[in-house]
């Protein structure tokens, strides 16, 4: 039984993989068509100041039906890993150009269209008004400079796709009612999808605490200055108009010629660099295409006092210039993650797990029972650094949301959102397809579900490399309380 659920999951990732080279020929006959169904639009935002009267943030959510016809990017010709640097500032360039001169407000882009995910509008980390950003992780003391002390502060954010990406958007949610998850999504070759992070840090005391965010480049946003307060579900009580810190951009760029079909990329703040547009003081930190599967040794810096490159890693390239970048933690054994990531997790572990219905969390951290199951190193951690491929489920019996957790989170907030409305509709009636695992503390029947959803092989835990220090962790997204 297990032999066919293995062949059926080569199959169906076989599948994946044939879209994926088929698309990679952009025809001439293939353009950006616009949705011509109508239907009721997605709501923009969740949050905002009560009668605000300025300009607020619309969701760009006028989804293609069919691929562009212009040519890739000129960095699907750079070689990634010889010229990493060259690579990551092209990218950027691209994420940039026609969005920073209008606040990456991108209906307004005159370069190239972008897009929004949808449905993150709901639940109590929902974006907010100004700039459509969304509530995050909470920053732990001195994970972004020694002299960090503020334990209040967390990460806010905002998503954007490419109509190449949003190919895929439009997939999932061409019917506004009826998200498609039926089968393996597969995001095609040139898609480019990029986040900007802020922190709730306070004015006064941002420079004093993290030296690097002098210069900063500071937005308005509608969210919650105590990110204690980011769960709870009476919002509109705790979020305030304040201003936040740009800290951190991240890149996933679906490209054939990596192995496993993505590229994960990160850039830093530096206000040192002093450039004249604030947003070029985001510092390349490195890229990855791998998870380095063999590498198990334990080790976390999580209270950066200085950069600690891996060289043992051949799926990560890090920035070694300590000028440019400011001590930064990384993740999991030097693996890639930005300065409000986790420092035990890495962009493609947690990625990996994006499917629906998500059986597993991001992190066995982010649940008791498979946190002590899997400790760190251990086979059973290393199920979340595995080598997955675009379009392969993290777990056997669900399916991938190809390492986009906008998009499956999207169809998890659409589910939550219908079961809330009280009643079920008698046209639709179906059994509920089961809900994604809370962060943490679930019920241990829940817990022991999950550790089944481990295969028996990575179960067998060896014994784990305990090297590391610092690990005081978990933290992350979901936040654990
Ligand atoms: C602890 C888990 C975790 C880690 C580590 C992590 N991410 Fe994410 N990421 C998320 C979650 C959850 C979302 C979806 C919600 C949101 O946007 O915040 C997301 C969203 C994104 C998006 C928006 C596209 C999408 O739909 O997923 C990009 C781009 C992204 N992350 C890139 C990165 C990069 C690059 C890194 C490493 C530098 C990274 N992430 C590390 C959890 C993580």
């Not at 802020?198 to 105590?226: M, R, S, Y």
């Not at 066995?364 to 498979?370: E, I």
């Not at 835990?461 to 220090?469: C, N, V």
């Amino acid at each position: 039984m297990r032999k066919l659920g293995i062949i059926v999951l080569f199959v169906a990732l076989a599948a994946a993989c044939e879209n994926k080279t088929s698309t990679n020929t952009q025809t001439e006959t293939q353009t950006v068509t616009e949705k011509t169904t109508k239907q009721t639009p997605f709501p923009d935002f969740g949050y905002m100041v009560p009668d605000y009267k300025g300009e607020v943030f619309v969701l760009s959510q006028n989804y293609p039906d069919s691929l562009p016809k212009q040519d890739l990017p000129p960095f699907f010709q750079t070689d990634y890993k010889k010229d990493w640097r060259k690579y990551l500032l092209e990218v950027q360039k691209y994420c940039f150009e026609g969005n920073t001169e209008v606040d990456f407000k991108v209906l307004q882009n005159k370069v190239r269209h972008w897009y929004h995910m949808p449905w993150q509008h709901y639940g109590p980390q929902a974006r907010e008004g100004f700039h459509g950003l969304t509530q995050e992780a909470p920053v732990k003391a001195m994970q972004l400079a020694p002299t960090q002390t503020d334990t209040n502060t967390g990460a806010v954010a905002v998503g954007f796709y490419n109509d190449v990406a949003a190919l895929t958007i439009q997939e999932v949610w061409k019917d506004h009612y009826h998200p498609n998850h039926s089968h393996n999504m597969s995001f095609k070759n040139g898609s480019v999808l990029f986040k900007i992070l802020f922190v709730t840090l306070p004015e006064d005391i941002a420079v004093k605490q993290v030296p690097w965010l002098v210069n900063g480049l500071w937005w308005d946003a509608f969210v919650c200055p105590d990110f204690h307060d980011a769960e709870d579900t009476d919002q509109m009580r705790y979020r305030r108009q304040i201003k936040v810190a740009l800290v951190q951009m991240d890149i996933m760029v679906r490209d054939d010629r990596a192995p496993n079909g993505w590229i994960f990329g990160n850039f830093q703040y530096n206000g040192k660099m002093n450039k004249a547009d604030k947003w070029e003081n985001l510092v390349p930190v490195g890229l990855m295409w791998g998870e380095d599967p063999n590498d198990t040794t334990n080790f976390s810096n999580a209270k950066p006092t200085r950069t600690i490159i891996n060289p043992k890693l051949v799926e990560t390239i890090i920035n070694p210039d300590s000028n440019e970048l400011p001590a930064t933690h990384l993740g999991w054994n030097s693996r890639l993650n930005g300065p409000v990531d986790n420092p035990m997790s890495s962009c493609y572990s947690c990625h990996s797990t994006s499917e629906y219905p998500a059986n597993l969390p991001m992190s066995p951290l982010f649940n008791d029972s498979l946190s002590a199951a899997c400790p760190p190193g251990s086979a059973g951690w290393m199920y979340w650094f595995r080598n997955l491929k675009c379009g392969e489920p993290f777990t056997p019996k669900s399916h991938s949301m190809d390492f986009s957790l906008q998009l499956s989170q999207s169809i998890q907030f659409f589910y939550n959102w219908k079961k809330s409305q009280g009643g079920l509709y008698s046209n639709d009636y179906a059994p509920a397809p089961p809900a994604a695992p809370a962060a943490a503390g679930q019920p241990a029947r829940m817990a022991k579900a999950m550790l089944k959803s481990v295969p028996a092989h990575h179960r067998a835990t060896l014994k784990p490399d305990t090297t590391g220090g610092q690990v005081d962790y978990p933290i992350g997204f979901p936040a654990s309380k």
